[in-house]
C-alpha cells in the first residue's frame, strides 16, 4: 500500500528543467529518504507532492488523493516540516500549536486536548508558554516538528529536519522520528546528512538534475554500486604513493585534493603498502552511504 | 475569481484572520493608543491651529470639515501600512504564509484573510478617529455610524491595491514608492485638508478618479450629519478598485509563490 505514488514528474523553470521524468513511491510505514546535492530538485518535487507547484507533466498521488486536483484534501492528513523555519516569532510555544491547528479546521478544545502530548514530545515540558525567541535551535526544530504533528498526520514530510542543529540536538531528533515510524506513521525526508539517511531510512532515492539515480534500501544499494571497503588516504607525499600503488591494489580510486580514496573487496594489501610510510595516515572503513552518493553524484561543488 | 469565492463560502481564511487577529491583541493597548493620540493631535494642532485662520468651510467649523477627511485617510494608511508592511513582513520575512499553505489551506484563503484583515484594521482605527471627533464635540449626527462600515470599505480599496505592492516587492523599501508617489498625492490633492472645488478643474478631474476622492465624498458629509450625493457611485469606485486590486494580487502571489 502505498501513500506517495508519483509518475514521470516534470518541472521546468525559465526553460531549465528541475525535475525531468521522475517516479517516486513511498510506502505506508516507511520512512523514505529524497536525497541529492544542492539544486537537484528536492525541494522541488516536495513542493509537488504537496500541491503547491503544479507539474508540467507527470501523475501525483498523495494518500489516495490526485494532486494537485485534491491537494488539500490530502493535506488535512499530512505534516509538513519546512527547510526554514517559520514558527511565529508573535505567538509562545502553545500558542503557536494552537493558531496551527485551527488551520487544519481543529476547535480551540480538540488543540488543546493534544497540546500536553505534543510538548512531550518535543521535549519542552514547561515551556508552553516560552516566547519563541528564547528557544534554542534545537528546541524551534522540534517545535516545529511537534507543529507538524498537530493534526495527528498519516504521513510526514520532512525537508532537511537536521541542518544547523548541534549532534546532541541531531539524535533527540532521530528518536522523535523513530517514534513516529513505530507509531505507524510514514516519513518522507530530504537531507544532506548520509549519516541520517542510513540511520534513519528504509529505502531512499537519490536524484541529480531532477533524474531518480538509484532507489532502495540503504545497506543495499551500498552493496549494489559500491566496494565493501575503503581505505582513504592522506598526508604529504600522497600523489606519489597514490601513483604507485593505489590504481593496482584498489578495483576503483580517486585522488581529491590532498586524500586518495581506494575502494576495493580486500584492503589488506593497502594496509600493507601503507606500512613504511611515515608521513601518510589512513582510514580504514566500510563502504558507506557518502560512498554511494559521491559516486553516484560526482565530487564536484554545487552552488 | 470562482477560486476566491469557494475560498469564501469555505471560511478557512477565517483561522488567518483570527491568527492576524490574535496578534494584534497582544499588542492592541499599543495599537489603540496610537490610533486614538494620533487623530487627536492632528486635530487638535492643525484643526485649531490652522483652523483660527479660516472662519468656516463648507459651513462649519474648519476642525470639524478637517475631521471628516481624516477618518477617511487615517483609514487609507492603516489598511496600506497593514497590507504593505505587516503583510510583506508575513508573506516574507517571516514566511509566515509558507506554514499555513502547508496546511489545509489556499492561497486563496490566505489572501482573503489578508485583505479582509487590512480593511478590520481601517474600521479600528476610522472608529477611533470618530471616538476622538466625538469627545472634541465635533460630530453629533447619527449618520456618523455609517462611517464604520465605510471605513471597512475604504480599507478593502487601498489594502487589495497594497496587496499588489506587497505581491510585487523585493524589500520594504519598494514601498516607499507606493507612499510617495500614490498615497500621500491622495492626501493632498482628494479633499482632506480643503475642499475639493476650490482647485483648477484639471486638478478636479485627476482627484475624481482617485479612491480616497471618493471615500472623502462619502465620509465627510456623514461625519457631518448630511446625506452624500451620488452616494451609489462613490460606493461603487471604491469596491471596484478594492476587488480589482484583490484580483490582480492573487494572480500575482499565485505567480509568485505557487509556480
Same mark, same amino acid.
Given at each position: ?14 526553460? $531549465? ?23 537537484? %530538485? ?21 494518500? %489516495? ?19 526554514? +523555519? ?35 514530545? #518535543? #521535549? ?70 548520509? +549519516?541520517? $539517511? ?21 545497506? #543495499? ?22 601513483? $604507485? ?19 576495493? +573487496? ?38 | ?7 469564501? $463560502? ?11 487577529? &490574535? ?75 509558507? %506554514? ?72 520594504? +523599501? ?35 478618479? &482617485? ?49
Amino acid at each position: 500500500m502505498s501513500v506517495v505514488r508519483a509518475r514521470g514528474l516534470r518541472k521546468s523553470y525559465g526553460g $531549465a528543467e528541475v525535475v525531468a521524468g521522475l517516479d517516486l513511491e513511498l510506502r505506508r510505514g516507511e520512512c523514505f529518504g529524497l536525497l541529492g546535492p544542492n539544486g537537484a %530538485g528536492k525541494t522541488t518535487t516536495l513542493r509537488m507532492l504537496l500541491g503547491l507547484t503544479a507539474p508540467d507533466a507527470g501523475s501525483i498521488e498523495v494518500l %489516495g488523493r490526485p494532486v494537485p486536483g485534491q491537494a488539500r484534501e490530502a493535506r488535512v492528513r499530512v505534516g509538513v516540516v519546512p527547510q526554514v +523555519d517559520n514558527l511565529d516569532p508573535d505567538f509562545t510555544v502553545r500558542e503557536n500549536l494552537l493558531v496551527y491547528g485551527r488551520y487544519f479546521g481543529m476547535s480551540r478544545r480538540e488543540v488543546e486536548a493534544r497540546v500536553p502530548a505534543l510538548l512531550e514530545f #518535543a #521535549a519542552l515540558e514547561g515551556r508552553a508558554a516560552s516566547r519563541i525567541q528564547a528557544l534554542s535551535g534545537g528546541m524551534k526544530r522540534r517545535l516545529v516538528l511537534a507543529r507538524a504533528l498537530v493534526n495527528d498526520p498519516d504521513l510526514v514530510f520532512l525537508d532537511e529536519p537536521t541542518t544547523g542543529l548541534d549532534p546532541q540536538a541531531r539524535h533527540l531528533m532521530w528518536e522523535r522520528l523513530r517514534l513516529l515510524l513505530r507509531q505507524g506513521k510514514s516519513i518522507l525526508l530530504t537531507t544532506h546528512f548520509m +549519516d541520517e $539517511a542510513e540511520r534513519l531510512c528504509d529505502r531512499l532515492a537519490i536524484i541529480d538534475h531532477g533524474r531518480l539515480l538509484a532507489e532502495g534500501a540503504p545497506h #543495499a544499494l551500498i552493496a549494489e554500486h559500491v566496494e565493501p571497503e575503503v581505505v582513504e588516504v592522506y598526508g604529504e607525499g600522497v600523489e606519489a604513493w597514490y601513483a $604507485a600503488h593505489a590504481g593496482p591494489l584498489s578495483r576503483r580510486a580517486e585522488l581529491h585534493g590532498e586524500t586518495a580514496f581506494c575502494y576495493t +573487496d580486500a584492503a589488506a594489501p593497502l594496509v600493507a603498502s601503507l606500512a613504511g610510510e611515515a608521513r601518510l595516515r589512513f582510514v580504514h572503513r566500510r563502504a558507506n552511504l557518502e560512498d554511494l552518493f559521491l559516486k553516484l553524484t560526482g565530487r564536484e561543488m554545487r552552488e | 475569481m470562482s477560486a476566491a469565492l469557494r475560498a469564501l $463560502a469555505s471560511r478557512r481564511w477565517v483561522a488567518v484572520w483570527r491568527r492576524n487577529y &490574535l496578534v494584534w491583541r497582544k499588542l492592541a493597548a499599543e495599537s489603540v493608543a496610537g490610533n486614538i493620540v494620533d487623530p487627536l493631535f492632528y486635530l487638535l494642532g492643525f484643526g485649531l491651529g490652522f483652523g483660527a485662520m479660516i472662519p468656516e468651510v463648507d459651513g462649519v467649523r474648519y476642525i470639524a470639515f478637517l475631521a471628516g477627511g481624516t477618518v477617511c485617510y487615517t483609514t487609507m494608511l492603516s489598511a496600506s501600512f497593514e497590507s504593505l508592511y505587516s503583510g510583506f513582513a508575513r508573506m516574507h520575512v517571516q514566511r509566515t504564509w509558507e %506554514g499555513i499553505l502547508n496546511a489545509p489551506v489556499s492561497l486563496e484563503d490566505v489572501v482573503l484573510a489578508e485583505w479582509t484583515w487590512a480593511a478590520s484594521k481601517s474600521l479600528l482605527s476610522g472608529t477611533a478617529v470618530l471616538l476622538v471627533a466625538t469627545a472634541l464635540g465635533l460630530g453629533q449626527s447619527w449618520t456618523m455610524l455609517l462611517i464604520v462600515p465605510l471605513a471597512f470599505l475604504i480599507g478593502l480599496a487601498f489594502s487589495g491595491m497594497g496587496l499588489v505592492m506587497t505581491a510585487l516587492a523585493k524589500s520594504y +523599501d519598494f514601498f516607499t514608492y507606493w507612499f510617495t508617489l500614490v498615497l500621500t498625492p491622495q492626501m493632498m490633492l482628494c479633499g482632506v485638508f480643503f475642499p475639493l472645488a476650490n482647485m483648477p478643474p484639471w486638478l478636479q478631474a485627476l482627484a475624481s478618479a &482617485l479612491p480616497l476622492s471618493h471615500a472623502v465624498a462619502l465620509g465627510r458629509p456623514l461625519f457631518l450629519g448630511r446625506w452624500p450625493a451620488d452616494p451609489l457611485l462613490h460606493v461603487a469606485v471604491l469596491a471596484a478598485y478594492g476587488l480589482a486590486g484583490f484580483a490582480l494580487a492573487l494572480a500575482l502571489f499565485r505567480r509568485r509563490l505557487l509556480s
